[in-house]
């Protein structure tokens, strides 16, 4: 099943991505240029991370049909 970019919107799919992207990004930049990265960025970047891979394996348990 092909997905167009406008069914992407409506998920709401591209914006998570998006936002993921620049937070995570500018977490990374922060410590390539040695700058201090506030604690509640460190915080963000941490309930990111958790969320992707926290909706990655509900994806995977869900195709494989486990609990």
Same mark, same amino acid.
């Not at 992207?21 to 309930?47: E, F, R």
């Given at each position: 099943?092909?997905?167009?970019?406008?069914?992407? *919107?409506?998920?709401?799919?591209?914006?998570?991505?998006?936002?993921?992207?620049?937070? /995570? @990004?500018?977490? @990374?930049?922060?410590?390539?240029? @040695?700058?201090?990265?506030?604690?509640?960025?460190?915080?963000? /970047?941490?309930?990111?991370?958790? *969320? *992707? *891979?926290?909706?990655?394996?509900?994806?995977?348990?869900?195709?494989?049909? @486990?609990?």
């Amino acid at each position: 099943m092909k997905q167009t970019l406008l069914d992407l *919107f409506q998920q709401s799919v591209i914006m998570q991505g998006t936002l993921s992207l620049l937070v /995570v @990004g500018l977490w @990374g930049y922060l410590i390539a240029t @040695g700058q201090d990265v506030p604690d509640n960025l460190n915080a963000l /970047v941490t309930l990111v991370v958790g *969320f *992707f *891979f926290g909706s990655k394996l509900a994806l995977t348990k869900a195709s494989n049909g @486990g609990p």
